[in-house]
């Protein structure tokens, strides 16, 4: 019995946005068990059911392409996985789409490069002196900053940063970001960097951007 | 009004945990509200990750959410930082299903497992923008009614609560609820109303008077609806399990199902309230646990099931339940845990099948440390056998054997303290004769408390000096590699004692402390014990009469026109046994007419572990 790998693409929203990225990953595991699809345990001493998150989403985040690898001891249709998941779904997370990879495929984790985000921030700053500090942002060579004591530059993770959408005491950023194991940029620090911090903020993970596989 | 997950966001960004206040869980029930004339807000005044374990309250939720007509959702303690931001944000406590304010649910129900909790109330009811004294409720508010074990002695919290509910909860809590629906008038109608239904305590219709040195003289009812003793509930036949359970979407305390096998303990250990105030022994059927098992594990997907019972050893088909678990569920890695077991080869022969091969701990709880003291405390155990035990169980690739003790129980010795030591080495010894350097000793050291409806009522607390002194000898001397060794903090004990064992005139007390800022008494960093002695010396009450006093056989207690079925001549008779340090087989074998099937014998079903017909006198 060869075991079968799903990519599923999910939306992550209401209360699950407070859910962590070990919570996330059993929630997948009780959802499959409860849509009567057996996962596949890795053995040893904790069996524990082979599911991979693509990039932790941090609480109080929503998304709408988040990533996981989940792994089935039985073949299923895809569809009728699809289906049978997305019946027992806890609210706040919904399946986008399904896909079977194959087995010798690198982890999904690894794959991860960059991630988009729409980054909603309440303000009272003007929106021109916004525009002003999103290009200074762009245009600076280096941004060292500090994250826990420890010392980086957030401008080589800052992919993309534009302002979206402007409306009375609220912008809405478009960021991309870096996503790449030990190079990851936050939205918030870029908030931060912005002078920004202060206001209320939602952000959203749009999607994740995987290298070519 | 409905408040909005938007609003919340803005505080939950800045509060510990945020997952514990927006509910969302599979198998959360989301009923019409406008559909649902009656409404129900299930509250536990504990932090969320704690209260979704309880097992109470997921046992109403789901008899009440299948009542035509009604609906109900559940309200967790806020932790402080969250209650402080609702309080600045001007948002009152509200329902994790529809985010109602709880101030719009027609009854509040709080299940009160414990007297540490107390003040948590306070602070929910203060949150919900209620006021806190019952007296000054009317029809306007939602009735706040309570049960769980705590209920037992009410009397603490008589002046917060408009009722309370005495005993098993399943059918009173439907008969509570249709006498609400029936009187939507005057709240005095409404609570004469709810005082006529069995097991239901409406403390204003009591009053209580005192003898000059502070003892309670007399109950006495002020109207003639109000009866007197007020007799406990009883599901003569367990209802068939809640399989729908709620899966949180954070980690919890206990996340995993729970199907309780078996209520009441016939073992009769005389410091145990649980084993008194829940007899007769009711065993659920065989075909319905595996049944209940299927359908839980089915509905939440879940790994881990709890089979909960007071002594699951004591279970009939234990033996037939664990080997068809494990055989149905071979190709599952399903945990199976089974608490209370006992100190036997038989005990360590199931932990040893749940465990599949995979052994980890085994509990032991002996509570005393002698021969003798387990003699007067009626959980006799040859120290020969236990340590036999401790070697099969570690031969059986058990690495840990965690040890529960007790100390300050009734006629204990600084030999009982010395033997608490001697034996956590004498294990310590046999586990590293086995298991080498890996085995592991876990000693935990609670402080007895002298609880209500036990033969142990009348004993007083030990002082606290002494319980300090024998923590610290165990601590000393319990030490090393191979040993951890856990306690608690006795001046919490004592606020824990006084609140379990007090009368009415506590509730000035409970009052004052949280006004002074007392919550979460329980968690040790909330814990001020300053707090409490100045509410207690405010109030003028003195801690130390409801603690330290040998009580005489005449005493009235606080609590004693509550009738658990146990008869206070029964207890009195096993304190007497106690002092003489005779202890007795499992009643299975042989009645003791403690006045179970006197008071409920009518009820009597199979499934009962009391003789059929065994009719006392
Ligand atoms: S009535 Fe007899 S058998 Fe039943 S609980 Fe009491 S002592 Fe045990």
């Known amino acids: 019995m060869t075991p079968q790998r799903l990519r599923i693409t999910y939306a992550v929203d209401g209360p699950l946005r407070y859910a962590s990225n070990l919570d996330l990953v059993r929630a997948w595991a009780r959802a499959t068990r409860r849509a009567g699809l057996v996962p596949l345990y890795s053995g040893g001493f904790n069996a524990r059911p082979r599911i991979q998150n693509g990039a932790a989403l941090p609480v109080g985040f929503s998304a709408r392409g988040e990533m996981v690898d989940l792994w089935l001891s039985q073949r299923v249709e895809i569809a009728a996985a699809r289906q049978a998941l997305a019946a027992v779904l806890p609210a706040g997370l919904a399946i986008r789409h399904v896909v079977e990879v194959d087995e010798a495929e690198p982890a999904l984790p690894t794959r991860v490069q960059a991630a988009e985000y729409a980054v909603t921030v309440e303000t009272g700053e003007p929106h021109h002196e916004i525009r002003q500090r999103v290009a200074n942002l762009l245009s600076a060579a280096s941004l060292p900053r500090e994250r826990r004591g420890r010392p980086y530059d957030l401008r080589p993770l800052i992919e993309e940063l534009a302002v979206a959408q402007e409306r009375a005491g609220a912008v809405l950023l478009h960021m991309r970001l870096a996503a790449r194991e030990g190079a990851t940029g936050r939205p918030e620090q870029v908030l931060d960097a912005l002078g920004l911090e202060e206001g209320f903020f939602t952000i959203c993970r749009q999607r994740l951007l995987l290298s070519e596989g | ?617």
């Open chain 2, 1 to 617: 009004m409905v408040i909005s997950l938007d609003q919340l966001e803005r505080l939950l960004l800045h509060v510990q945990r945020p997952g514990r206040y927006v509910g969302g869980e599979v198998n959360a029930i989301r009923k019409d509200w406008d559909a649902h004339p009656f409404r129900v807000c299930l509250a536990f005044p504990d932090v969320y990750e704690l209260g979704m374990s309880n097992l109470g309250l997921a046992i109403l939720y789901d008899i009440l959410n299948n009542q035509d007509g009604v609906l109900a959702e559940r309200t967790y303690a806020l932790w402080p930082d969250m209650a402080a931001a609702m309080r600045q944000a001007g948002l009152p406590l509200y329902s994790l299903e529809s985010y109602r304010p709880v101030a719009d649910f027609d009854l509040v129900g709080f299940s009160l497992p414990c007297e540490v909790l107390y003040t948590n109330v306070l602070e929910m009811l203060d949150l919900a923008g209620l006021p806190l004294q019952s007296a000054e409720r009317d029809e306007r508010h939602p009735l706040v009614i309570a049960g769980g074990h705590a209920a037992f002695n009410p009397e603490p919290m008589a002046d917060f609560f408009d009722a309370f509910v005495v005993g098993d909860g399943e059918e009173a809590i439907v008969e509570v609820v249709r006498t609400c629906q029936s009187e939507r008038g005057e709240r005095l109608e409404l609570l004469l109303a709810l005082a006529q239904v069995p097991g239901v305590y409406v403390p204003r219709f009591y009053d209580v008077s005192y003898h000059s040195d502070g003892t309670v003289a007399e109950v006495a009812p002020n109207r003639p609806q109000a009866p007197l003793p007020i007799r406990r509930r009883v599901v003569p036949v367990l209802p068939p399990p809640p399989t729908r359970q709620l899966v949180p979407n954070i980690a919890v305390a206990h996340d995993r199902g729970v199907v309780e096998i078996q209520r009441g303990c016939t073992r009769g250990c005389r410091f145990c309230h649980a084993g008194m105030i829940t007899r007769p022994v009711r065993e659920r059927p065989l075909e319905q646990v595996l049944q209940a098992v299927d359908q839980v594990l089915h509905h939440t997907g879940y790994e881990e099931i709890a089979l909960l019972s007071l002594s699951s050893a004591d279970y009939s088909h234990i033996g037939e339940l664990v080997a068809a678990l494990n055989e149905r569920y071979a190709e599952h890695p399903l945990t199976i845990s089974l608490p209370s077991l006992r100190i036997e080869s038989f005990s360590v022969d199931l932990a040893d099948a749940v465990s599949r091969g995979r052994p980890t701990g085994f509990t032991f709880a002996p509570e005393a440390g002698t021969e003798q003291l387990r003699e007067r405390i009626n959980k006799p155990i040859p120290t020969g056998q236990m340590l036999e035990v401790a070697q099969e169980t570690f031969q059986r690739g058990f690495r840990t054997i965690k040890l529960y003790f007790m100390i300050g129980l009734p006629g204990e010795t600084d030999d009982d303290v010395a033997a608490i030591i001697d034996l956590s080495h004498q294990v310590r010894a046999i586990g590293r004769r086995v298991q080498g350097r890996k085995a592991q000793v876990n000693v935990s050291v609670s402080t007895f408390i002298p609880k209500p409806h036990t033969p142990f009522q009348w004993h007083p607390l030990a002082a606290l000096e002494e319980i300090a002194a024998k923590q610290r000898l165990i601590q000393q001397r319990v030490r090393g590699r191979g040993f951890k060794v856990s306690w608690n903090d006795c001046r919490l004990t004592r606020v824990e004692a006084t609140l379990s064992r007090g009368d009415r005139r506590l509730g000035a007390v409970i009052c004052r402390a949280w006004e002074q800022g007392a919550r979460f008494d329980g968690w040790g960093e909330w814990f001020d014990e300053d707090v409490w002695s100045a509410a207690f010396r405010a109030t003028e009450l003195d801690p130390a009469s409801y603690l330290y006093r040998q009580r005489t056989r005449g005493e009235v207690f606080p609590w004693d026109h509550f009738h658990t079925g146990v008869r206070k001549a029964y207890l009195w008779s096993e304190w007497q046994y106690s002092l003489a340090g005779r202890s007795w087989p499992d009643c299975r074998q042989a009645c003791y007419h403690c006045g179970i099937m006197s008071e409920f014998g009518d009820l009597w079903a199979p499934g009962w572990g009391c003789p059929q017909g065994g009719s006392e006198t």
